[in-house]
């Protein structure tokens, strides 16, 4: 697909066939808003937008997430994890409670972030939340030469390419999203470890979800471990939603960003799954990430 034109000379280029687009000659700490209507007409066509070469503050960030929707507080932090705040944080005191910090560094032992540099599993963020976020925004500020690329992946596509069958079996499910273990599979403050799926603490959501905006249905399917369909006996509910996920993460509907200092990436969380690849310990990498209120998947 070829790039398109749109206001102000901005230039909206489709990264790949499913999902992701570039947008171009856009200063995001500057955005009219000409600019920036255009920005929300790319982001409900390609799902995921990327803007490379910004320089932001944690202000910068937050205003500009707050043009989407309202601004989340961050998640649960694991347990057992010492936690210091990233300096930057003292910039806009604000940015404690709105900013989360994704990063494998360490300032005298404990960690400025969280999930270091493990592989970050297909998920969506905080479906263990009854009304989970509409959507994120992630900023580059150190990345290491390799590794710790996101991949995406469209969930429109995933539920129109299921066969008729499965869509009608689905039509009527729910899943409870496990609540106590984070991304990378730690175990967050105040929860027990689950060993039995059917156990499972978390919110209770539609399987088939409708986008609020687009009226569109989608996968909605948070993450796989611990996972439990309560309509299914357990081993109907584990084969399910193996099918599922396999169909849903198939390479045909995603796109990786492969990340470079100064890039932004912000996603629709009610539409999309994403992970992260592991990286290299020895290499710093510090990503703030912001989050905007959504409601309740029906």
């Not at 856009?26 to 070469?53: M, N, Q, S």
């Not at 991949?151 to 899943?175: H, K, P, Q, V, W």
């Not at 996603?267 to 959504?294: A, K, P, V």
Request: charged share 20%; glycine share 8%.
């Amino acid at each position: 697909m070829s790039a398109t034109l749109a206001p102000a000379g901005v230039r909206i280029r489709p990264l790949g066939t499913a999902i992701g687009a570039d947008i171009e000659g856009v200063d995001l700490a500057r955005l009219d808003d000409t600019t920036f209507a255009a920005i929300e007409r790319a982001w409900g066509e390609h799902l995921v937008l990327r803007f490379r070469a910004q320089t932001l503050t944690d202000v910068d960030l937050m205003n500009f997430s707050r043009r989407i929707g309202t601004l989340d507080r961050i998640p649960i932090r694991a347990a057992g994890v010492p936690m210091t705040a990233d300096p930057r944080l003292a910039i806009a005191p604000e940015a404690v409670e709105y900013v989360a910090v994704i990063s494998n560094v360490k300032l005298d032992g404990k960690a400025i972030g969280g999930l270091g540099n493990y592989e970050s599993h297909w998920h969506t963020d905080m479906s263990y939340n009854d009304i989970p976020p509409m959507a994120s925004a992630l900023y580059a500020i150190e990345v290491p030469p390799s590794g710790g690329n996101t991949s995406f992946a469209n969930m429109y596509a995933a539920f129109e390419t299921l066969d008729a069958a499965t869509r009608a079996r689905i039509g009527g499910l729910t899943c409870i999203h496990d609540a106590s273990r984070n991304s990378v599979g730690e175990l967050r403050r105040g929860f027990a470890d689950i060993a039995d799926p059917s156990q499972t603490v978390g919110a209770r959501h539609p399987i088939v979800r409708t986008h609020p905006v687009t009226n569109r249905k989608c996968l909605f399917l948070g993450r796989r471990r611990s996972a439990y369909i309560p309509e299914l006996s357990l081993q109907d509910s584990e084969a399910l939603l193996d099918h599922l996920w396999a169909h849903a993460t198939a390479p045909r509907f995603c796109w990786t960003q492969v990340w470079q200092a100064g890039d932004l990436v912000m996603w629709d969380n009610r539409c999309t799954l994403h992970r992260r690849d592991e990286f290299d310990d020895s290499y710093q990498r510090i990503m703030h990430r912001t989050q905007m209120c959504g409601d309740r998947p029906y």
